[in-house]
């Protein structure tokens, strides 16, 4: 059995204008929405802060930026699952629960891991500091 898929109505640049237009809108959606990513945002904001404070190498922007991305799409790609599960049941629903906890989880082990890149790059910085 072959599915038809919707073809864009919309092609060349007025196509990629309207791709990102709703990639805006899903940022602002899930920044509205969700308050991890306040708070993603805000340590965002911080680290970036510090990055310039103790002029960071091109390497370590790279490594911080990176990690401050990785954890933005990921929390995203959780909110996204989140929405999907709760369009599909609203009735509690063990898979669902799964389903929403693993992809949480996804988002967890990211967030820690670029928590400790970030604190292995600012470690020696504030140890300076301390001495």
Known sequence: MQVSRNKSKYTGLKRVFYSAKYSVNGL???YRHEHS???HAGCSLI???LGIIFNISHMQW???MISLVVIL???LVNTAMEACVDMVTLEYNELARIAKDCCSAATFVVSM????IILVIFWPHFMSLVQ
Not at 113 to 116: H, M, N, Y
């Open 28 to 30: 602002f959606y899930a």
């Open 37 to 39: 990513l306040w708070i």
């Open 47 to 49: 680290t970036v802060a």
């Open 62 to 64: 790279g490594l911080v």
């Open 73 to 75: 799409a990921f929390e």
């Open 113 to 116: 891991i670029g928590i400790v």
